[in-house]
């Protein structure tokens, strides 16, 4: 969602909250490697755990046929990072209007992706600039920008 909003706004000249100063950092994952995990997923459904009891539940997993999986890039960045990179793809500087860590807020974010590399042989390896250099592709073809 950010790299939508921030690509919106700094094409247009508005300015963008960057919150904790841009200190804080995040799991950004582009969307095919998203796809490419839930596609694996849905060919492969997760059985039930027979172990599994009330007493001493697995969160993980159920007598249900489920289990949860995290789906993100285990790479966090700098959200400053994040919005230099963009800035050098789309070739303009954004307005920040830099803000303080917003209450409720964590500082780091990071994406476990053990269990997916275990169950689906698979983790979203991405790189954030080659995920935000095709989406600006996408985005310039979609909204053509004079």
């Given at each position: 969602?950010a790299?939508?909003?921030f690509t919106k706004?700094?094409?247009?000249?508005?300015p963008?909250?960057?919150?904790?100063d841009?200190?804080?950092?995040?799991d950004f994952?582009?969307?095919d490697?998203?796809?490419?995990?839930l596609?694996?997923m849905?060919?492969?459904?997760?059985?039930?755990?027979?172990?599994?009891?009330?007493?001493?539940?697995?969160?993980?997993?159920?007598?249900a046929?489920?289990k949860?999986y995290?789906?993100?890039?285990?790479?966090?960045?700098?959200?400053k990072d994040?919005?230099?990179?963009?800035?050098?793809?789309?070739?303009?500087?954004a307005?920040?209007?830099l803000?303080g860590l917003?209450?409720?807020?964590?500082?780091d974010?990071?994406?476990?992706?053990?269990?997916l590399q275990?169950?689906?042989?698979?983790?979203?390896?991405?790189?954030?600039?080659?995920?935000l250099?095709?989406?600006?592709?996408?985005?310039?073809?979609?909204?053509?920008?004079?």
């Amino acid at each position: 969602m950010a790299v939508f909003a921030f690509t919106k706004k700094i094409l247009s000249g508005e300015p963008i909250e960057v919150f904790n100063d841009g200190h804080h950092h995040r799991d950004f994952t582009y969307i095919d490697d998203v796809t490419e995990a839930l596609v694996r997923m849905v060919e492969r459904p997760p059985v039930t755990n027979p172990l599994w009891t009330g007493d001493r539940p697995d969160p993980g997993t159920s007598r249900a046929p489920y289990k949860i999986y995290n789906i993100g890039n285990h790479s966090p960045v700098l959200l400053k990072d994040f919005i230099e990179t963009l800035e050098s793809i789309i070739g303009k500087r954004a307005v920040r209007q830099l803000k303080g860590l917003q209450p409720g807020d964590v500082a780091d974010t990071y994406a476990d992706v053990l269990d997916l590399q275990m169950d689906f042989e698979f983790a979203p390896n991405t790189p954030l600039r080659t995920g935000l250099e095709r989406f600006f592709a996408w985005y310039q073809s979609y909204y053509p920008h004079p």
